[in-house]
Protein backbone atom coordinates (compact mmCIF):
# COMPACT_ATOMS: atom_id res chain seq x y z
CA UNK A 1 0.00 0.00 0.00
CA UNK A 2 1.35 3.55 -0.90
CA UNK A 3 2.64 5.27 1.84
CA UNK A 4 0.95 8.96 1.74
CA UNK A 5 1.49 12.26 4.65
CA UNK A 6 -1.05 12.20 6.78
CA UNK A 7 -1.28 15.83 7.00
CA UNK A 8 0.64 18.80 5.43
CA UNK A 9 1.05 22.01 7.61
CA UNK A 10 1.99 25.13 5.92
CA UNK A 11 4.12 28.40 7.15
CA UNK A 12 2.42 31.46 6.96
CA UNK A 13 3.77 35.20 5.73
CA UNK A 14 5.06 35.44 9.58
CA UNK A 15 6.84 32.33 9.55
CA UNK A 16 4.53 30.80 11.75
CA UNK A 17 3.80 26.96 11.32
CA UNK A 18 0.10 26.59 10.87
CA UNK A 19 -0.94 22.91 11.63
CA UNK A 20 -3.94 21.32 9.78
CA UNK A 21 -7.54 21.63 12.25
CA UNK A 22 -8.06 17.76 12.39
CA UNK A 23 -4.43 17.56 13.38
CA UNK A 24 -4.88 19.96 16.04
CA UNK A 25 -8.30 18.28 17.72
CA UNK A 26 -6.61 14.88 17.47
CA UNK A 27 -3.52 16.54 19.12
CA UNK A 28 -5.46 18.00 21.96
CA UNK A 29 -4.22 21.34 21.31
CA UNK A 30 -5.48 24.22 22.74
CA UNK A 31 -4.09 28.32 22.43
CA UNK A 32 -1.69 28.73 24.79
CA UNK A 33 -0.28 25.07 25.38
CA UNK A 34 3.34 24.57 25.12
CA UNK A 35 4.39 21.31 22.80
CA UNK A 36 7.80 19.54 22.60
CA UNK A 37 9.38 19.37 19.46
CA UNK A 38 12.28 16.50 18.60
CA UNK A 39 14.57 17.28 15.39
CA UNK A 40 14.81 14.19 14.06
CA UNK A 41 16.31 12.34 11.12
CA UNK A 42 14.87 14.35 7.82
CA UNK A 43 11.45 15.01 10.00
CA UNK A 44 10.59 17.13 13.07
CA UNK A 45 8.81 15.11 15.56
CA UNK A 46 5.57 16.72 17.18
CA UNK A 47 4.98 14.88 21.24
CA UNK A 48 1.63 15.54 22.55
CA UNK A 49 1.18 18.66 25.11
CA UNK A 50 1.57 17.54 28.94
CA UNK A 51 -1.96 18.60 28.97
CA UNK A 52 -3.60 16.24 26.47
CA UNK A 53 -5.57 13.70 28.03
CA UNK A 54 -4.86 10.37 25.71
CA UNK A 55 -5.80 7.02 27.80
CA UNK A 56 -7.34 6.46 30.94
CA UNK A 57 -6.42 2.56 32.53
CA UNK A 58 -9.41 1.67 34.12
CA UNK A 59 -8.83 -1.23 36.91
CA UNK A 60 -12.45 -2.64 37.55
CA UNK A 61 -10.73 -4.87 40.51
CA UNK A 62 -8.06 -6.37 41.99
CA UNK A 63 -9.65 -9.89 42.47
CA UNK A 64 -8.28 -12.68 40.19
CA UNK A 65 -9.09 -16.29 39.31
CA UNK A 66 -5.76 -16.86 38.90
CA UNK A 67 -2.43 -16.77 40.80
CA UNK A 68 0.51 -16.39 37.89
CA UNK A 69 4.64 -16.28 38.96
CA UNK A 70 4.53 -12.96 36.74
CA UNK A 71 2.11 -11.13 38.68
CA UNK A 72 2.49 -8.28 41.49
CA UNK A 73 -0.28 -8.99 43.58
CA UNK A 74 2.41 -12.28 44.94
CA UNK A 75 4.04 -9.42 46.81
CA UNK A 76 1.50 -6.94 48.28
CA UNK A 77 -0.91 -7.00 51.09
CA UNK A 78 -3.23 -4.36 49.63
CA UNK A 79 -7.15 -4.49 50.28
CA UNK A 80 -8.99 -6.75 47.70
CA UNK A 81 -12.14 -4.95 45.91
CA UNK A 82 -14.43 -3.93 42.98
CA UNK A 83 -15.00 -0.62 41.53
CA UNK A 84 -18.47 0.46 43.22
CA UNK A 85 -21.24 1.97 40.33
CA UNK A 86 -20.60 5.54 41.87
CA UNK A 87 -17.25 5.35 41.25
CA UNK A 88 -17.39 4.36 37.57
CA UNK A 89 -20.21 7.13 36.68
CA UNK A 90 -18.07 10.07 38.81
CA UNK A 91 -14.92 8.96 36.18
CA UNK A 92 -17.61 8.83 32.94
CA UNK A 93 -19.24 12.29 34.57
CA UNK A 94 -15.36 13.75 34.82
CA UNK A 95 -14.26 12.77 31.31
CA UNK A 96 -17.43 14.13 29.31
CA UNK A 97 -15.31 17.19 29.25
CA UNK A 98 -12.38 15.86 27.36
CA UNK A 99 -11.89 16.62 23.33
CA UNK A 100 -11.48 14.58 21.54
CA UNK A 101 -12.25 11.79 23.91
CA UNK A 102 -9.56 9.67 25.36
CA UNK A 103 -9.24 5.85 24.92
CA UNK A 104 -10.65 3.65 27.90
CA UNK A 105 -8.57 0.76 28.78
CA UNK A 106 -10.09 -1.81 31.26
CA UNK A 107 -7.29 -3.57 33.15
CA UNK A 108 -4.98 -3.30 36.05
CA UNK A 109 -3.80 -5.40 38.69
CA UNK A 110 -6.75 -7.96 38.71
CA UNK A 111 -9.00 -9.33 36.10
CA UNK A 112 -11.25 -7.39 34.66
CA UNK A 113 -13.69 -9.83 34.12
CA UNK A 114 -14.12 -11.01 37.62
CA UNK A 115 -16.09 -7.39 37.93
CA UNK A 116 -19.66 -8.53 37.48
CA UNK A 117 -20.79 -5.64 35.58
CA UNK A 118 -18.24 -5.21 33.54
CA UNK A 119 -20.34 -5.33 30.02
CA UNK A 120 -22.38 -2.50 31.79
CA UNK A 121 -19.02 -0.36 32.06
CA UNK A 122 -17.66 -1.02 28.41
CA UNK A 123 -21.14 0.16 27.26
CA UNK A 124 -21.38 3.39 29.58
CA UNK A 125 -17.32 4.41 28.65
CA UNK A 126 -18.45 3.68 24.77
CA UNK A 127 -20.90 6.53 25.49
CA UNK A 128 -17.93 9.23 25.27
CA UNK A 129 -17.21 8.18 21.87
CA UNK A 130 -13.67 7.15 22.44
CA UNK A 131 -12.18 3.69 21.56
CA UNK A 132 -12.51 0.77 24.54
CA UNK A 133 -10.51 -1.89 25.17
CA UNK A 134 -9.91 -4.51 27.75
CA UNK A 135 -7.36 -7.16 28.65
CA UNK A 136 -7.93 -10.60 30.15
CA UNK A 137 -6.52 -13.81 31.12
CA UNK A 138 -9.35 -15.40 28.97
CA UNK A 139 -10.57 -17.65 31.31
CA UNK A 140 -13.70 -16.37 32.46
CA UNK A 141 -14.47 -15.21 28.34
CA UNK A 142 -17.78 -17.24 28.09
CA UNK A 143 -19.79 -17.72 25.20
CA UNK A 144 -22.16 -15.36 26.97
CA UNK A 145 -19.64 -12.66 28.34
CA UNK A 146 -17.77 -12.74 24.61
CA UNK A 147 -21.44 -11.59 23.22
CA UNK A 148 -22.33 -8.81 25.99
CA UNK A 149 -18.72 -7.27 25.50
CA UNK A 150 -19.48 -6.81 21.38
CA UNK A 151 -22.99 -5.52 22.05
CA UNK A 152 -21.60 -3.22 24.71
CA UNK A 153 -19.34 -1.86 21.87
CA UNK A 154 -15.62 -2.72 23.02
CA UNK A 155 -12.73 -2.11 20.33
CA UNK A 156 -10.00 -4.17 21.53
CA UNK A 157 -10.07 -7.76 23.55
CA UNK A 158 -6.39 -8.10 24.65
CA UNK A 159 -5.53 -11.50 26.10
CA UNK A 160 -2.78 -12.64 28.04
CA UNK A 161 -0.94 -16.13 26.36
CA UNK A 162 2.51 -16.75 27.98
CA UNK A 163 2.57 -19.93 26.33
CA UNK A 164 1.96 -22.11 23.43
CA UNK A 165 2.02 -25.45 25.04
CA UNK A 166 -0.83 -26.91 28.41
CA UNK A 167 2.18 -27.39 30.65
CA UNK A 168 4.15 -24.14 29.54
CA UNK A 169 1.41 -22.26 29.97
CA UNK A 170 0.29 -23.70 33.11
CA UNK A 171 4.12 -23.06 34.41
CA UNK A 172 3.20 -19.80 33.84
CA UNK A 173 -0.52 -18.86 34.54
CA UNK A 174 -0.85 -21.20 37.85
CA UNK A 175 -4.82 -22.27 37.74
CA UNK A 176 -5.70 -21.60 34.16
CA UNK A 177 -6.17 -24.21 31.48
CA UNK A 178 -4.75 -23.62 27.94
CA UNK A 179 -6.81 -25.36 25.86
CA UNK A 180 -9.95 -24.00 27.19
CA UNK A 181 -8.34 -19.96 26.84
CA UNK A 182 -8.04 -20.77 23.27
CA UNK A 183 -11.62 -22.02 23.10
CA UNK A 184 -13.28 -19.58 24.77
CA UNK A 185 -11.10 -16.99 22.19
CA UNK A 186 -11.87 -18.50 19.31
CA UNK A 187 -15.61 -18.46 19.85
CA UNK A 188 -15.31 -15.06 20.80
CA UNK A 189 -14.14 -14.07 17.44
CA UNK A 190 -16.60 -16.37 15.80
CA UNK A 191 -18.89 -14.32 17.42
CA UNK A 192 -17.02 -11.16 15.93
CA UNK A 193 -18.41 -12.12 12.32
CA UNK A 194 -22.03 -11.19 10.60
CA UNK A 195 -22.68 -14.15 8.18
CA UNK A 196 -23.39 -11.83 3.92
CA UNK A 197 -24.61 -14.77 2.13
CA UNK A 198 -21.05 -16.78 1.28
CA UNK A 199 -18.78 -14.47 2.69
CA UNK A 200 -18.47 -13.55 7.17
CA UNK A 201 -16.71 -10.40 7.41
CA UNK A 202 -14.68 -9.00 10.48
CA UNK A 203 -16.25 -6.98 12.88
CA UNK A 204 -14.86 -5.59 15.74
CA UNK A 205 -13.40 -5.88 18.51
CA UNK A 206 -10.41 -6.30 16.87
CA UNK A 207 -8.18 -9.26 19.27
CA UNK A 208 -4.74 -8.26 20.52
CA UNK A 209 -2.21 -10.96 21.94
CA UNK A 210 0.07 -9.98 24.90
CA UNK A 211 3.24 -12.12 26.41
CA UNK A 212 5.90 -11.62 28.68
CA UNK A 213 8.90 -12.93 27.99
CA UNK A 214 11.18 -15.57 30.19
CA UNK A 215 13.34 -17.73 30.03
CA UNK A 216 11.05 -20.80 30.80
CA UNK A 217 8.34 -19.52 28.08
CA UNK A 218 10.20 -17.74 25.16
CA UNK A 219 10.41 -21.16 22.83
CA UNK A 220 6.98 -20.96 22.99
CA UNK A 221 6.90 -17.54 21.38
CA UNK A 222 6.98 -18.55 17.66
CA UNK A 223 3.92 -20.76 18.32
CA UNK A 224 1.92 -18.01 20.63
CA UNK A 225 2.38 -16.09 17.39
CA UNK A 226 0.88 -18.53 15.17
CA UNK A 227 -1.81 -19.55 17.65
CA UNK A 228 -2.79 -15.80 17.60
CA UNK A 229 -2.66 -15.64 14.03
CA UNK A 230 -5.13 -18.81 13.39
CA UNK A 231 -8.06 -16.63 15.99
CA UNK A 232 -7.50 -13.54 13.90
CA UNK A 233 -5.19 -11.60 16.42
CA UNK A 234 -4.30 -7.58 15.09
CA UNK A 235 -1.98 -6.97 17.31
CA UNK A 236 0.92 -8.79 19.31
CA UNK A 237 2.69 -7.38 22.58
CA UNK A 238 5.53 -8.98 23.69
CA UNK A 239 7.04 -7.88 27.10
CA UNK A 240 9.58 -8.28 29.18
CA UNK A 241 8.40 -9.81 33.14
CA UNK A 242 9.27 -7.26 36.02
CA UNK A 243 10.60 -9.95 38.72
CA UNK A 244 8.62 -9.54 42.19
CA UNK A 245 10.71 -12.11 44.06
CA UNK A 246 13.99 -12.96 43.88
CA UNK A 247 13.11 -16.40 42.05
CA UNK A 248 11.98 -14.54 38.96
CA UNK A 249 14.55 -12.66 38.82
CA UNK A 250 16.82 -15.58 37.16
CA UNK A 251 13.73 -15.26 34.69
CA UNK A 252 14.86 -12.17 32.82
CA UNK A 253 16.17 -11.85 29.35
CA UNK A 254 17.24 -8.28 29.64
CA UNK A 255 20.66 -8.64 31.28
CA UNK A 256 22.66 -7.39 28.58
CA UNK A 257 20.04 -4.59 27.20
CA UNK A 258 20.37 -2.94 30.66
CA UNK A 259 24.25 -3.19 29.99
CA UNK A 260 23.83 -1.36 26.75
CA UNK A 261 21.81 1.41 28.18
CA UNK A 262 24.08 4.64 27.68
CA UNK A 263 23.89 8.05 29.01
CA UNK A 264 23.95 9.77 26.04
CA UNK A 265 23.75 9.35 22.78
CA UNK A 266 27.55 7.70 21.35
CA UNK A 267 29.20 9.82 19.02
CA UNK A 268 30.25 6.47 16.89
CA UNK A 269 26.84 5.97 14.57
CA UNK A 270 25.70 2.72 13.53
CA UNK A 271 23.26 3.01 10.59
CA UNK A 272 21.82 -1.10 9.26
CA UNK A 273 19.44 -1.55 7.02
CA UNK A 274 16.75 -4.39 6.59
CA UNK A 275 18.54 -7.56 6.71
CA UNK A 276 17.55 -10.99 7.62
CA UNK A 277 18.02 -12.07 10.64
CA UNK A 278 19.10 -15.75 10.72
CA UNK A 279 21.81 -18.77 12.22
CA UNK A 280 24.10 -16.56 9.69
CA UNK A 281 23.64 -12.93 10.63
CA UNK A 282 22.62 -13.20 13.96
CA UNK A 283 25.61 -13.46 16.02
CA UNK A 284 27.36 -11.19 14.31
CA UNK A 285 24.67 -8.44 13.75
CA UNK A 286 24.13 -8.60 17.76
CA UNK A 287 27.29 -8.32 18.58
CA UNK A 288 28.19 -5.09 16.56
CA UNK A 289 24.90 -3.75 18.02
CA UNK A 290 25.99 -4.06 21.46
CA UNK A 291 29.07 -2.01 21.18
CA UNK A 292 28.01 1.19 22.97
CA UNK A 293 27.57 3.07 19.98
CA UNK A 294 24.34 4.92 18.31
CA UNK A 295 22.10 2.22 16.61
CA UNK A 296 19.70 3.29 13.76
CA UNK A 297 17.61 0.87 11.72
CA UNK A 298 16.20 1.61 8.11
CA UNK A 299 16.71 5.52 9.46
CA UNK A 300 15.05 5.24 13.22
CA UNK A 301 17.09 5.50 16.59
CA UNK A 302 16.12 2.73 19.15
CA UNK A 303 18.03 5.02 21.30
CA UNK A 304 14.26 6.97 21.07
CA UNK A 305 12.98 4.32 23.62
CA UNK A 306 15.54 5.00 26.12
CA UNK A 307 14.36 7.80 28.91
CA UNK A 308 11.01 8.11 27.56
CA UNK A 309 8.05 7.45 29.82
CA UNK A 310 5.44 5.78 27.20
CA UNK A 311 2.48 6.44 29.65
CA UNK A 312 3.11 10.64 29.70
CA UNK A 313 3.67 10.52 26.13
CA UNK A 314 0.61 8.91 25.16
CA UNK A 315 -1.23 11.18 27.92
CA UNK A 316 -1.93 8.64 29.92
CA UNK A 317 -3.65 8.06 33.86
CA UNK A 318 -4.66 5.23 35.68
CA UNK A 319 -7.45 4.77 38.10
CA UNK A 320 -7.85 2.13 41.17
CA UNK A 321 -10.50 0.54 41.66
CA UNK A 322 -11.22 2.53 44.52
CA UNK A 323 -11.09 5.65 42.45
CA UNK A 324 -7.52 6.57 43.51
CA UNK A 325 -5.49 8.39 40.26
CA UNK A 326 -2.07 7.70 39.22
CA UNK A 327 0.31 8.69 36.66
CA UNK A 328 0.91 5.62 35.67
CA UNK A 329 0.24 1.44 36.49
CA UNK A 330 3.85 1.12 38.04
CA UNK A 331 2.66 3.48 40.22
CA UNK A 332 -0.85 2.83 41.02
CA UNK A 333 0.43 0.43 43.83
CA UNK A 334 3.13 0.07 46.09
CA UNK A 335 5.50 -2.71 45.44
CA UNK A 336 8.83 -4.64 45.60
CA UNK A 337 10.53 -5.46 42.30
CA UNK A 338 14.02 -6.79 41.23
CA UNK A 339 16.55 -4.78 38.58
CA UNK A 340 20.04 -6.78 38.08
CA UNK A 341 19.33 -8.59 41.12
CA UNK A 342 18.90 -5.11 43.37
CA UNK A 343 15.90 -5.00 45.65
CA UNK A 344 13.73 -1.86 44.97
CA UNK A 345 10.75 -0.13 46.82
CA UNK A 346 8.42 1.84 44.56
CA UNK A 347 6.35 3.83 46.67
CA UNK A 348 2.56 4.60 45.17
CA UNK A 349 2.32 7.89 43.62
CA UNK A 350 -1.75 9.42 44.01
CA UNK A 351 -2.52 12.51 42.48
CA UNK A 352 -6.22 12.22 43.80
CA UNK A 353 -9.46 10.40 43.79
CA UNK A 354 -11.92 10.61 41.38
CA UNK A 355 -14.58 9.32 43.14
CA UNK A 356 -13.97 12.30 45.53
CA UNK A 357 -12.89 15.18 43.29
CA UNK A 358 -13.43 15.68 39.29
CA UNK A 359 -11.31 14.44 37.19
CA UNK A 360 -10.97 17.32 34.80
CA UNK A 361 -9.22 19.00 38.29
CA UNK A 362 -6.69 16.69 38.98
CA UNK A 363 -5.95 16.25 35.38
CA UNK A 364 -4.82 19.82 35.68
CA UNK A 365 -3.60 20.20 39.17
CA UNK A 366 -0.64 22.30 39.06
CA UNK A 367 1.41 19.77 41.47
CA UNK A 368 0.24 16.79 38.25
CA UNK A 369 1.00 19.10 35.31
CA UNK A 370 4.18 19.46 36.63
CA UNK A 371 5.17 16.05 37.39
CA UNK A 372 4.19 15.07 33.46
CA UNK A 373 6.50 18.09 32.35
CA UNK A 374 9.41 16.70 34.52
CA UNK A 375 9.22 13.02 33.25
CA UNK A 376 8.91 14.15 29.84
CA UNK A 377 12.09 16.12 30.07
CA UNK A 378 13.26 13.27 32.40
CA UNK A 379 16.41 14.10 34.20
CA UNK A 380 16.23 12.00 36.44
CA UNK A 381 19.68 9.67 37.79
CA UNK A 382 20.40 6.68 35.65
CA UNK A 383 19.34 3.93 38.02
CA UNK A 384 19.02 1.48 35.75
CA UNK A 385 22.61 1.62 35.07
CA UNK A 386 24.94 2.90 37.90
CA UNK A 387 26.05 0.57 40.02
CA UNK A 388 23.46 1.48 42.49
CA UNK A 389 23.82 3.76 46.04
CA UNK A 390 21.21 3.36 48.36
CA UNK A 391 19.37 5.89 46.42
CA UNK A 392 17.88 2.70 44.31
CA UNK A 393 16.36 1.15 46.70
CA UNK A 394 12.90 3.16 46.47
CA UNK A 395 11.52 5.48 44.48
CA UNK A 396 11.59 8.58 46.99
CA UNK A 397 15.05 10.43 45.86
CA UNK A 398 17.69 10.59 42.99
CA UNK A 399 21.42 11.62 43.19
CA UNK A 400 19.87 14.60 40.64
CA UNK A 401 17.90 16.41 43.21
CA UNK A 402 14.54 14.77 41.82
CA UNK A 403 12.35 14.37 44.96
CA UNK A 404 9.33 11.83 45.33
CA UNK A 405 8.72 10.20 42.47
CA UNK A 406 11.82 9.46 40.90
CA UNK A 407 12.01 7.44 36.91
CA UNK A 408 15.51 6.35 37.08
CA UNK A 409 14.76 3.15 37.91
CA UNK A 410 11.83 2.37 35.77
CA UNK A 411 11.86 -0.45 33.23
CA UNK A 412 9.01 1.32 31.18
CA UNK A 413 11.17 4.25 30.46
CA UNK A 414 13.71 2.27 29.31
CA UNK A 415 11.64 -0.04 26.85
CA UNK A 416 12.38 -3.30 28.28
CA UNK A 417 8.85 -3.10 29.96
CA UNK A 418 5.59 -2.78 27.98
CA UNK A 419 1.68 -2.33 28.55
CA UNK A 420 -0.94 -2.81 26.21
Not at 5 to 29: C, H, N, S, T
Request: net charge negative; aromatic share 10%; proline share 7%.
Amino acid sequence: MKRRLKFEAEVDDEGRLVLPRQMIYDLGLKPGVQVGIDDGENCLRLHKPVTHLGKVYIEPTNRCNLECRTCMRNVWDEPLGQMSSETFSRIIEGLKVFSPPPTLFFGGLGEPLAHSAIPEMVAQAKTLGGSVELITNGTLLSKDMSRQLIDAGLDRLWVSLDGAKPESYADVRLGAVLPEVISNLSAFRDSCYIPDFCFRYPTKPQIGIVFVAMKRNIADLPSVVEIGNRLGAMRFLITNVLPYTPEMSNEVLYTRSIDDIVFSPSAFRLDLPKIDVNDLTREALYQTMRGGQSVWLAGNSFEEAIDRCPFVERGATSISWEGNVSPCLPLLHSHTSYVGGRERFSRRYLVGNAAERDLNDLWNGPEYVAFRKRVQGFDFSPCIICGGCHLFEKNEEDCFGNPFPTCGGCLWAQGIIQCP
